[in-house]
Antibody, heavy 118, light 106 residues
Framework: QVQLVQSGAEVQKPGASVKVSCKAS????????LHWVRQAPGQGLEWMGI????????QYAQKFQGRITITSVTSTGTVNMELSSLRSEDTAVYYC???????????WGQGTTVTVSS | EIVMTQSPASLSVSPGARATLSCRAS??????LAWYRQKPGQAPRLLIY???TRATGVPARFSGSGSGTEFTLTISSLQSEDLALYYC?????????FGQGTKLDI
């Protein structure tokens, strides 16, 4: 079945970087764009960026420009999201999600908790 | 950036009742709107795309309507499993943006 499986929880110190991975399976990896969305504790959903696995082009939310890098590895069907210069406000659950060809995000990863604490 | 505004912030309803959730866009997004349900501790689930089309496997009690800047999600005959947060999201333009959510209490 179609699924996105994310890497495990992370604890990082302020100023450090974190890399979260998302492995796709059950469909042709290059057919669908992949998003990253985060959710701080008790807060709503925040769109961070998107990648086209076919070619690697990206779009990032202005808020994260300069701190976020999203990459894809076609050979393994994996998308990675790296966020640098971490601060406490980056503590959140980070999700990857697949773009449906008909609109919206139709498949989501299980979420990865990132905690930023000294 | 397109701002999505949902109302109400929370809604208390009885089982079997009907709930109507609203979402407004700060500029026209045509029908490029999706609705999601997020149960506690879970990832969001796509309910509606294209403003009015149910995603695969979504029960018929969920319906969406609207275009341009005003959108509605209607849940008829509420069930206990519908206790959740509901988000709208526009995908008309970068950056994709979500509403702040509506919490449904049964």
């Amino acid at each position: 079945q179609v699924q996105l499986v994310q890497s495990g929880a992370e604890v990082q110190k302020p100023g450090a970087s974190v890399k979260v991975s998302c492995k796709a399976s059950g469909y042709l990896f290059t057919n669908n764009y992949l998003h990253w969305v985060r959710q701080a504790p008790g807060q709503g959903l925040e769109w961070m960026g998107i990648i086209n696995p076919s070619g690697g082009s990206t779009q990032y939310a202005q808020k994260f420009q300069g701190r976020i890098t999203i990459t894809s590895v076609t050979s393994t069907g994996t998308v990675n999201m790296e966020l640098s210069s971490l601060r406490s406000e980056d503590t959140a659950v980070y999700y990857c999600a697949r773009t449906s060809s008909r609109g919206g995000m139709d498949v989501w990863g299980q979420g990865t908790t990132v905690t930023v604490s000294s | 950036e397109i701002v999505m505004t949902q109302s109400p912030a929370s809604l208390s309803v009885s089982p079997g009742a009907r709930a109507t959730l609203s979402c407004r866009a700060s500029q026209s997004i045509s029908s490029n709107l999706a609705w999601y349900r997020q149960k506690p501790g879970q990832a969001p689930r796509l309910l509606i795309y294209g403003a009015s089309t149910r995603a695969t496997g979504v029960p018929a009690r969920f319906s969406g309507s609207g275009s341009g800047t005003e959108f509605t999600l209607t849940i008829s005959s509420l069930q206990s499993e519908d206790l959740a947060l509901y988000y709208c999201q526009q995908y008309n333009d970068w950056p994709y943006t979500f509403g702040q959510g509506t919490k449904l209490d049964i």
